[in-house]
């Protein structure tokens, strides 16, 4: 069985960075793709970020792009999502997510396992 265990999440200030990280495990476990989600409540699922892990392909969403990178320590097993300027428009709970096959989407449905998600906060 596939787990994804986020950690990293927090309190933070505007402004601050912030690393979140993904460790997953389980038994031949090997995606194709994996990426972040976040959500608020009353709000829908929103994309992050994402890397294909054959080439190193990246996509963000519109949130992230520009102040954000997603990468992957494949020794570790273990994705990480960087992420400076926070505002408080960046607080949601950040879900770590897995594909098991292609395509590259930033489509919640492409996505075959979900972390328990990990809390962010963004103080003003």
């Known amino acids: 069985q596939v787990q994804l265990v986020e950690s990293g999440g927090g309190l933070v200030q505007a402004g601050d960075s912030l690393r979140l990280s993904c460790t997953a495990s389980?038994?031949?476990?090997?995606?194709?793709?994996m990426g972040w989600f976040r959500q608020t409540p009353g709000k829908e699922r929103e994309f992050v970020a994402a890397?294909?892990?054959?080439?190193?392909?990246?996509r963000y969403g519109d949130a992230a792009l520009g102040r954000s990178t997603v990468s992957r320590d494949n020794r570790k097993n273990t994705l990480y999502l960087q992420m400076n300027n926070l505002t408080p428009w960046d607080t949601a709970i950040y879900y770590c997510?897995?594909?098991?096959?292609?395509?590259?989407?930033?489509?919640?449905?492409?996505?075959?396992?979900w972390g328990q998600g990990t809390q962010v906060t963004v103080s003003s």
């Open positions: 997510v897995a594909a098991r096959s292609p395509p590259f989407s930033n489509s919640a449905s492409r996505y075959n396992y």
């Open positions: 389980g038994r031949a476990f090997s995606p194709y793709a």
């Open positions: 890397i294909e892990l054959e080439y190193g392909m990246t």
